[in-house]
């Protein structure tokens, strides 16, 4: 089956960028996505990217996609401690009755 | 607009006790899916609901866990008998329509099987 795999902890400066990696298996995935689990709450969706773009940017978050390598990354510019949470890669095959894969999530620290 | 509304919030019950999670999701939202989410783990799906109808209940433990969606409104995820492996948070999510929409996630509900 699918698989997506991250890093399991990264520790950054505030006023810093923070950068997340992401690597997946299905090659056939059509949306990716980046996810924000803060302490006790559920899930908020942060920002996708559709399979055919390389590149995606939000305000402070930029979301890079290397295809051939199957990469995914997102890059937090200038870091607060609000940002401080878990973040999950995700994927999705369209061709697959649209099951959302998760990564096993990255805990992001921000430090003064 | 509120949320994705579940209840309760936290749950710890014994071992072989039934537990009952309930899921309110965003109006309109035609999509309603339960997933399971181990301590330091990403969600993993248990049943995705299109309206009324299950679509996709592949990873739902069948012997011990159902779940409903009778209107094609609220949902409620069973577990009958409850074991300690089941312990996790239990987090319902809701989407305008399945495949590549967005999806909105309640806060979920804790469980704790002692």
């Known amino acids: 089956g699918e698989d997506v795999e991250q890093s399991l902890f990264l520790s950054v400066r505030e006023g810093d960028s923070s950068v997340i990696n992401c690597t997946y298996t299905?090659?056939?995935?059509?949306?990716l996505y980046w996810y924000k689990q803060e302490p006790g709450a559920g899930l908020q969706l942060l920002t996708y990217?559709?399979?055919?773009?390389d590149m995606k940017q939000d305000q402070r978050l930029t979301v890079l996609l290397n295809k051939k390598d199957k990469h995914l990354s997102l890059r937090i510019a200038d870091t607060q401690t609000g940002d401080s949470a878990i973040y999950f890669c995700a994927e999705i095959n369209t061709g697959t009755a649209s099951k959302l894969t998760f990564g096993t999530g990255t805990r992001l620290q921000v430090t003064l | 607009e509120a949320g994705v509304v579940q209840s309760p919030r936290y749950k710890i019950i014994e071992k072989k006790q039934p537990v009952a999670f309930w899921c309110n999701p965003i109006?309109?939202?035609?999509?309603l899916y339960w997933y399971r989410q181990n301590l330091g783990q990403g969600p993993e799906l248990l049943i995705r609901y299109e309206n009324e109808e299950a679509v996709d209940d592949s990873q739902l433990p069948k012997d011990r866990f159902s779940a409903e969606r009778l209107k094609g409104v609220d949902s409620t995820l069973k577990i009958q008998p409850a074991e300690l492996g089941d312990s996790a948070v239990y987090l319902c999510?809701?989407?305008?329509?399945?495949?590549?929409?967005?999806?909105?996630f309640g806060s979920g509900t804790q469980l704790s099987v002692l």
């Open positions: 999510a809701s989407s305008l329509s399945g495949g590549t929409e967005k999806l909105f």
């Open positions: 990217i559709f399979s055919n773009m």
């Open positions: 299905d090659s056939s995935s059509t949306y």
């Open positions: 109006s309109g939202h035609n999509t």
